[in-house]
């Protein structure tokens, strides 16, 4: 079945480091890939998305390349605040229908 | 407008006993997922509605059930609980399913905890 593996956190970081994170994904076909963050105490909210193969989402100084190659979604940005501290999960989701499915998350502490 | 709501926010359920969470959508809004995020997990898709007509499920024991009413908020159902089951229960709604994908937008989630 469709799975999706990112690297394990916890990741700490001081203010305006460089963040990356890893996500490779397996999927029958062709599906559209996600980053969801979660803050401590609430809901997913979706961060960026891209559809198909060499699309990037952007979003909030955040990045993420759709790498058909190597089956990778990474999620980067250039310079972290400490409002970014959170859960980080990346995701898929097929073509037909909307359930996601999910990695298992990678939490980011970013230290002043 | 109003998010996706899900009550209750928290609740304590004893090993045994059924449970029933509800999600009201976006207001429009025709789909509704439910899933189940373990502590320290990713969530776990456990069912999507449409239109009141059950369009996929997860892997979950027959103990989960759900149901989609025709103003399209909907209940999960959890009978028999395990300790297990304790975990923060997430709901998402979209406007529609369609071939290509149609933003979730999740609720704040119910933080099941069974003792």
């Known amino acids: 079945g469709d799975s999706v593996t990112q690297m394990e956190g916890p990741v700490t970081l001081s203010e305006e480091a460089f963040l990356t994170i890893n996500c490779t994904y397996t999927a029958t076909g062709y599906p559209s890939l996600f980053w969801y963050v979660q803050y401590p105490g609430e809901g997913l909210q979706l961060l960026l998305k891209?559809?198909?193969?060499?699309d990037k989402g952007s979003n909030k100084g955040f990045e993420a390349t759709y790498r058909k190659e190597t089956t990778s979604f990474h999620l980067e940005k250039g310079s972290v605040q400490v409002s970014d501290s959170a859960v980080y999960f990346c995701a898929s989701s097929k073509a037909a229908g909307n359930k996601l499915t999910f990695g298992g998350g990678t939490r980011v502490l970013v230290k002043p | 407008d109003a998010g996706v709501t899900q009550s209750p926010t928290h609740l304590i359920k004893t090993r045994g006993q059924h449970v029933t969470l509800r999600c009201s959508p976006i207001?429009?809004?025709?789909?509704v997922s439910w899933y189940q995020q373990v502590l320290g997990q990713g969530p776990q898709f456990i069912f999507q509605y449409y239109e009141k007509e059950e369009r996929g499920r997860g892997n979950f024991p027959d103990r989960f059930s759900a149901r989609q009413f025709p103003n399209y908020s909907s209940e999960l159902n959890v009978n028999a609980l395990l300790l297990g089951d304790s975990a923060l229960y997430l709901c998402a709604s979209s406007s529609r399913m369609t071939d290509g994908y149609t933003e979730a937008f999740f609720g704040q989630g119910t933080r099941l905890t069974v003792v």
């Open positions: 891209a559809t198909k193969a060499d």
């Open positions: 207001s429009g809004h025709k789909s």
